[in-house]
Structures are given as C-alpha cells and as structure tokens.
C-alpha cells in the first residue's frame, strides 16, 4: 500500500477537497451509522465523525480514478489521508489519472501532495506541487 498526503491541513482544506472530489471524480461515500452508501462525501457527517472523537461510528469513502481505488477514512482533520494500492496501476494511462489527481489536489488546496510507503510521511516517494511532480531521487517528471 501506499499513503498519499496533505499534512499541516485545515478545516477548510479538507472542505476544498471534498469539493474537489464531488465534483470531478466518481465517489462512494460510505456511513456505518446509517448503513448507507452514497456518490457524494457530506462534508457534515465528516465534521460529525471528527468532533465525535471516534465515538461516531465509521464513515470512509472511495474515490475511483478508473481501475484505481482511492481510500479515505477519515482519521484525523490535521491531515489528509489517502490509501492506494500500487497494484492497480497498471498501465502509463492509470499512472497519469494518479498524477492528475494528486495534481489536481496540490493545485485546489495550494499545498504539497506526497506519496510515502504505508504508515510513513517520512519515506517520500513522490512529491507534487504547482504541477511539478518529483520522484524521491529529485528526478522531475
């Protein structure tokens, strides 16, 4: 697996991306609490999670870039989180939709988008920003 991350986010930063993610890209936005999936994230029940201190039973999402599935769970308002699984990449077009949805993030919140082994924000494996897309060697692509 890896991570993809926004840190040092905000409230509205993750509002910017809901909107971000509605409106351009396929959802499955999922509440436990009322056993409902929908094509939506409802920027209020995410607020609702996060001011439940986990006591709110579980939302997630799934954000589909063709073949490529990419997770979101909610875990913590400070940063945004995102899972995929390197796996399903596998062609040069589902490495662009990738690219373009990391890109897409860093242009719409004004920040770094990193790739990073599972569970780490220090193994950087990839960087984005103002369009610019960096391998961990510095090789820009």
């Given amino acids: ?3 993809i991350y926004v840190l040092d986010a905000t409230i509205g930063g ?10 351009k890209y396929h959802v499955e936005f999922w509440d ?3 056993d409902l999936k929908t094509d939506k994230i409802d920027f209020t029940i995410v607020k609702e999670y996060w001011d439940s201190n986990g006591k709110r039973e579980v939302i997630s999402a799934t954000i589909r870039l ?5 997770k ?6 400070s940063k945004i989180e995102n899972d995929i699984d390197p796996s399903e990449i596998k ?3 589902d490495h662009d939709k990738l690219i373009d949805y990391l890109n897409d993030i860093s242009v719409s919140l004004d920040k770094e988008v990193i790739v990073t082994e599972e569970n780490t924000e220090r ?9 610019v897309c960096i391998l961990n060697d510095a090789q820009r692509i």
């Fill in 123 to 131: 193994l950087v494996l990839l960087r984005v920003k103002d369009g």
């Fill in 66 to 70: 063709g073949i490529i599935n990419v």
């Fill in 32 to 34: 436990a609490k009322k």
């Fill in 72 to 77: 979101c769970h909610f875990f913590d308002d």
């Fill in 91 to 93: 062609s040069q077009e």
């Fill in 14 to 23: 993750w509002k910017k991306w809901v909107d971000l993610v509605n409106k």
């Fill in 1 to 3: 697996m890896r991570d």
